[in-house]
Protein backbone atom coordinates (compact mmCIF):
# COMPACT_ATOMS: atom_id res chain seq x y z
CA UNK A 1 0.00 0.00 0.00
CA UNK A 2 1.08 3.59 -0.43
CA UNK A 3 -0.51 6.39 1.50
CA UNK A 4 -3.35 7.66 -0.15
CA UNK A 5 -6.36 10.00 1.44
CA UNK A 6 -9.84 9.01 1.67
CA UNK A 7 -11.60 11.62 -0.72
CA UNK A 8 -11.92 10.88 -4.41
CA UNK A 9 -12.03 13.67 -5.65
CA UNK A 10 -8.32 14.77 -5.40
CA UNK A 11 -5.80 14.03 -7.28
CA UNK A 12 -2.61 12.36 -5.82
CA UNK A 13 -0.67 15.43 -6.73
CA UNK A 14 -2.82 18.37 -5.75
CA UNK A 15 -2.83 16.09 -2.36
CA UNK A 16 0.77 14.93 -2.00
CA UNK A 17 2.45 18.58 -2.89
CA UNK A 18 0.25 19.96 -0.17
CA UNK A 19 1.15 17.61 2.85
CA UNK A 20 -1.09 14.51 2.09
CA UNK A 21 -2.99 13.36 4.99
CA UNK A 22 -4.47 9.83 5.36
CA UNK A 23 -5.87 7.36 7.92
CA UNK A 24 -3.07 5.88 7.45
CA UNK A 25 -0.75 8.60 8.27
CA UNK A 26 -0.42 8.22 12.18
CA UNK A 27 1.28 4.53 11.29
CA UNK A 28 3.10 5.69 8.49
CA UNK A 29 3.61 9.60 7.56
CA UNK A 30 2.15 12.04 5.64
CA UNK A 31 2.42 11.57 2.02
CA UNK A 32 4.80 13.68 1.56
CA UNK A 33 6.99 11.70 4.16
CA UNK A 34 6.72 8.81 2.02
CA UNK A 35 7.27 10.32 -1.27
CA UNK A 36 11.31 9.18 -2.67
CA UNK A 37 11.15 11.10 -5.91
CA UNK A 38 9.44 13.78 -8.00
CA UNK A 39 9.13 14.63 -11.43
CA UNK A 40 8.11 18.38 -12.49
CA UNK A 41 7.87 20.78 -15.02
CA UNK A 42 9.30 24.14 -14.66
CA UNK A 43 7.85 26.99 -16.27
CA UNK A 44 10.25 27.75 -19.02
CA UNK A 45 10.17 24.09 -20.02
CA UNK A 46 12.41 22.54 -17.90
CA UNK A 47 11.96 18.57 -16.80
CA UNK A 48 13.23 18.32 -13.32
CA UNK A 49 13.60 14.92 -11.20
CA UNK A 50 14.61 15.72 -7.80
CA UNK A 51 15.00 13.52 -4.65
CA UNK A 52 16.72 13.87 -1.72
CA UNK A 53 20.16 12.70 -3.13
CA UNK A 54 20.06 15.89 -5.73
CA UNK A 55 18.05 17.12 -8.91
CA UNK A 56 18.54 16.46 -12.49
CA UNK A 57 17.33 18.94 -15.05
CA UNK A 58 16.59 18.60 -18.38
CA UNK A 59 15.86 22.06 -20.08
CA UNK A 60 14.03 22.84 -23.77
CA UNK A 61 17.37 22.94 -25.86
CA UNK A 62 18.23 19.17 -24.77
CA UNK A 63 21.26 20.44 -22.04
CA UNK A 64 21.07 19.08 -18.82
CA UNK A 65 22.66 19.58 -15.33
CA UNK A 66 23.10 17.66 -11.89
CA UNK A 67 23.20 19.09 -8.57
CA UNK A 68 23.14 18.00 -5.09
CA UNK A 69 20.69 20.84 -4.49
CA UNK A 70 17.89 19.88 -2.87
CA UNK A 71 16.03 22.55 -1.97
CA UNK A 72 13.22 22.14 -5.12
CA UNK A 73 12.55 18.37 -3.35
CA UNK A 74 12.17 19.94 -0.13
CA UNK A 75 10.40 22.90 -0.63
CA UNK A 76 7.30 20.83 -3.13
CA UNK A 77 7.13 17.88 0.18
CA UNK A 78 4.39 20.76 1.35
CA UNK A 79 4.59 23.78 -0.24
CA UNK A 80 1.50 23.00 -2.39
CA UNK A 81 -0.05 21.85 -5.78
CA UNK A 82 1.35 23.25 -8.46
CA UNK A 83 3.88 26.04 -7.05
CA UNK A 84 7.21 25.10 -8.73
CA UNK A 85 5.74 23.37 -12.01
CA UNK A 86 4.06 20.61 -13.06
CA UNK A 87 4.52 17.53 -11.59
CA UNK A 88 3.99 14.92 -14.30
CA UNK A 89 5.43 11.69 -12.45
CA UNK A 90 5.79 10.86 -8.30
CA UNK A 91 7.79 7.37 -6.63
CA UNK A 92 6.48 6.59 -2.96
CA UNK A 93 7.84 4.51 -0.50
CA UNK A 94 5.58 1.11 -0.22
CA UNK A 95 4.39 -0.55 2.80
CA UNK A 96 3.04 -4.25 3.50
CA UNK A 97 -0.22 -3.82 3.73
CA UNK A 98 -2.25 -4.59 7.28
CA UNK A 99 -3.08 -8.21 8.02
CA UNK A 100 -6.41 -6.52 8.64
CA UNK A 101 -7.97 -3.25 8.62
CA UNK A 102 -10.85 -1.89 11.29
CA UNK A 103 -13.50 0.97 10.20
CA UNK A 104 -14.95 2.29 13.48
CA UNK A 105 -17.60 5.19 13.31
CA UNK A 106 -19.27 6.70 16.33
CA UNK A 107 -21.87 9.56 16.29
CA UNK A 108 -23.42 11.56 18.81
CA UNK A 109 -26.31 14.37 18.12
CA UNK A 110 -25.49 17.62 19.85
CA UNK A 111 -29.09 18.29 21.33
CA UNK A 112 -31.10 14.96 21.44
CA UNK A 113 -35.07 15.22 20.39
CA UNK A 114 -35.93 15.09 24.22
CA UNK A 115 -34.23 18.74 25.00
CA UNK A 116 -30.88 17.30 26.01
CA UNK A 117 -27.50 19.09 25.17
CA UNK A 118 -25.07 16.31 25.18
CA UNK A 119 -22.51 18.32 23.19
CA UNK A 120 -19.80 18.99 26.01
CA UNK A 121 -19.75 15.76 27.88
CA UNK A 122 -19.42 14.00 24.03
CA UNK A 123 -16.54 16.26 23.38
CA UNK A 124 -15.14 16.27 26.70
CA UNK A 125 -14.96 12.06 25.93
CA UNK A 126 -13.21 12.41 22.84
CA UNK A 127 -10.79 14.93 23.85
CA UNK A 128 -9.53 13.00 26.55
CA UNK A 129 -8.88 10.15 24.60
CA UNK A 130 -6.94 11.74 21.95
CA UNK A 131 -3.39 12.59 23.63
CA UNK A 132 -2.86 8.58 24.45
CA UNK A 133 -4.38 7.41 21.11
CA UNK A 134 -2.51 4.52 19.61
CA UNK A 135 -0.47 4.88 16.55
CA UNK A 136 -2.35 2.11 14.56
CA UNK A 137 -5.62 4.47 14.44
CA UNK A 138 -5.93 7.28 12.45
CA UNK A 139 -8.66 9.10 10.82
CA UNK A 140 -10.80 12.57 11.85
CA UNK A 141 -13.49 13.72 14.02
CA UNK A 142 -15.95 15.81 12.31
CA UNK A 143 -19.00 18.29 13.63
CA UNK A 144 -21.94 19.98 11.91
CA UNK A 145 -24.91 21.73 13.15
CA UNK A 146 -28.65 21.43 11.70
CA UNK A 147 -31.49 18.91 11.90
CA UNK A 148 -30.68 15.16 12.09
CA UNK A 149 -32.94 12.21 11.93
CA UNK A 150 -35.15 11.10 14.47
CA UNK A 151 -35.51 14.50 15.61
CA UNK A 152 -31.92 15.19 16.76
CA UNK A 153 -29.97 18.39 16.39
CA UNK A 154 -26.51 18.68 14.98
CA UNK A 155 -23.77 15.79 15.02
CA UNK A 156 -20.37 15.10 16.35
CA UNK A 157 -18.70 12.10 14.69
CA UNK A 158 -15.21 10.22 14.82
CA UNK A 159 -14.65 8.68 11.97
CA UNK A 160 -11.28 6.42 12.00
CA UNK A 161 -9.56 3.30 10.27
CA UNK A 162 -7.67 0.65 12.42
CA UNK A 163 -4.14 -1.03 11.22
CA UNK A 164 -4.17 -4.10 12.63
CA UNK A 165 -6.12 -6.85 13.62
CA UNK A 166 -9.64 -6.70 15.67
CA UNK A 167 -8.45 -8.96 18.82
CA UNK A 168 -5.61 -6.31 20.14
CA UNK A 169 -5.56 -4.27 23.14
CA UNK A 170 -4.60 -0.91 20.85
CA UNK A 171 -7.98 -1.71 18.66
CA UNK A 172 -9.65 -1.73 21.99
CA UNK A 173 -8.47 1.43 22.92
CA UNK A 174 -11.68 2.39 21.09
CA UNK A 175 -14.19 0.67 23.24
CA UNK A 176 -14.15 3.61 25.82
CA UNK A 177 -16.34 5.14 23.32
CA UNK A 178 -17.88 2.56 21.68
CA UNK A 179 -19.47 1.87 25.41
CA UNK A 180 -20.45 5.69 26.74
CA UNK A 181 -23.64 6.33 27.19
CA UNK A 182 -24.93 3.94 24.27
CA UNK A 183 -28.81 5.35 24.46
CA UNK A 184 -27.26 9.35 23.14
CA UNK A 185 -25.52 7.41 20.14
CA UNK A 186 -26.95 7.91 16.50
CA UNK A 187 -24.84 4.98 15.63
CA UNK A 188 -21.63 3.25 16.67
CA UNK A 189 -20.24 0.12 15.22
CA UNK A 190 -16.81 -1.65 14.02
CA UNK A 191 -16.49 -3.13 10.81
CA UNK A 192 -13.71 -5.57 9.66
CA UNK A 193 -11.87 -4.62 6.46
CA UNK A 194 -9.66 -6.71 4.39
CA UNK A 195 -7.96 -4.37 3.33
CA UNK A 196 -7.65 -0.54 3.29
CA UNK A 197 -9.04 -0.47 -0.23
CA UNK A 198 -11.65 -2.48 0.92
CA UNK A 199 -12.45 0.56 3.50
CA UNK A 200 -11.37 3.12 1.09
CA UNK A 201 -13.88 2.01 -2.10
CA UNK A 202 -16.86 2.53 0.41
CA UNK A 203 -16.30 6.33 0.40
CA UNK A 204 -18.54 9.10 -0.54
CA UNK A 205 -17.84 12.46 -1.48
CA UNK A 206 -19.82 15.15 -1.90
CA UNK A 207 -18.41 16.86 -5.47
CA UNK A 208 -19.65 20.39 -4.93
CA UNK A 209 -20.21 22.51 -2.43
CA UNK A 210 -19.50 26.48 -1.53
CA UNK A 211 -18.08 27.74 1.60
CA UNK A 212 -15.44 29.61 3.26
CA UNK A 213 -12.51 27.24 4.32
CA UNK A 214 -9.48 27.85 7.18
CA UNK A 215 -7.31 25.78 9.14
CA UNK A 216 -5.47 25.96 12.10
CA UNK A 217 -3.24 23.38 13.90
CA UNK A 218 -3.68 22.44 17.51
CA UNK A 219 -1.52 21.25 19.97
CA UNK A 220 -2.22 18.58 22.79
CA UNK A 221 -3.08 21.36 25.32
CA UNK A 222 -5.85 22.35 23.37
CA UNK A 223 -7.91 19.98 23.60
CA UNK A 224 -10.13 21.94 26.70
CA UNK A 225 -13.57 22.56 27.73
CA UNK A 226 -12.81 25.96 26.56
CA UNK A 227 -12.14 24.54 22.82
CA UNK A 228 -15.30 22.80 23.33
CA UNK A 229 -17.92 25.29 24.13
CA UNK A 230 -16.34 27.67 21.65
CA UNK A 231 -16.77 24.89 18.83
CA UNK A 232 -20.51 24.30 20.52
CA UNK A 233 -21.42 27.71 20.52
CA UNK A 234 -20.66 28.37 16.74
CA UNK A 235 -22.32 24.83 15.76
CA UNK A 236 -25.76 26.53 17.31
CA UNK A 237 -24.99 29.79 16.26
CA UNK A 238 -26.29 28.37 13.28
CA UNK A 239 -29.83 28.25 14.40
CA UNK A 240 -30.10 32.05 14.64
CA UNK A 241 -27.61 33.83 11.93
CA UNK A 242 -28.94 31.48 9.06
CA UNK A 243 -25.05 30.26 8.21
CA UNK A 244 -23.76 26.95 8.50
CA UNK A 245 -20.58 25.82 10.45
CA UNK A 246 -18.78 22.69 10.16
CA UNK A 247 -15.50 21.03 10.71
CA UNK A 248 -13.27 18.35 9.75
CA UNK A 249 -10.68 17.72 12.63
CA UNK A 250 -7.67 16.16 11.15
CA UNK A 251 -5.83 13.78 13.58
CA UNK A 252 -2.45 13.72 13.41
CA UNK A 253 0.30 12.66 16.01
CA UNK A 254 2.06 9.06 16.10
CA UNK A 255 4.07 8.79 12.93
CA UNK A 256 3.66 12.46 11.58
CA UNK A 257 5.83 13.73 13.80
CA UNK A 258 8.74 11.51 14.11
CA UNK A 259 9.93 13.12 10.68
CA UNK A 260 12.97 16.09 11.24
CA UNK A 261 11.90 19.93 10.05
CA UNK A 262 14.83 19.05 7.39
CA UNK A 263 13.07 16.39 5.36
CA UNK A 264 9.74 18.71 4.31
CA UNK A 265 8.31 21.83 4.16
CA UNK A 266 4.87 20.79 5.66
CA UNK A 267 4.33 22.91 8.98
CA UNK A 268 3.26 19.90 10.86
CA UNK A 269 5.76 18.29 12.76
CA UNK A 270 5.58 20.07 15.95
CA UNK A 271 1.75 18.42 15.45
CA UNK A 272 1.00 16.18 18.63
CA UNK A 273 -2.57 15.13 18.43
Known amino acids: MIIGGSAHTVSMAGYTLGGGHSPMSRMFGMAVD?????????????????NDHGTHTTYPNGST???DNTDIFWA????GGGTFGVATKFTYKLHLP?????EFVCSYPIIRQDGQDIGLPVFQKIFSMLPNLPKEWGGYLLASGGPQKGGNWGSITLVMNYYGNYVTAAR??????????????STCFYLNRTTFLDYEITMKDIEYYSGYIMNTLLQSDSFTDDLAKFLLKELKDERTNHSSFSFTGTL??????HF???TTCAHVVNFRI
Request: zero cysteines.
Open 34 to 50: NLLELELVTADGSIVVA
Open 252 to 257: LGGRTT
Open 172 to 185: RYMDSLYFFHKEWQ
Open 260 to 262: SKS
Open 98 to 102: APQVV
Open 76 to 79: SKGG
Open 65 to 67: TTS
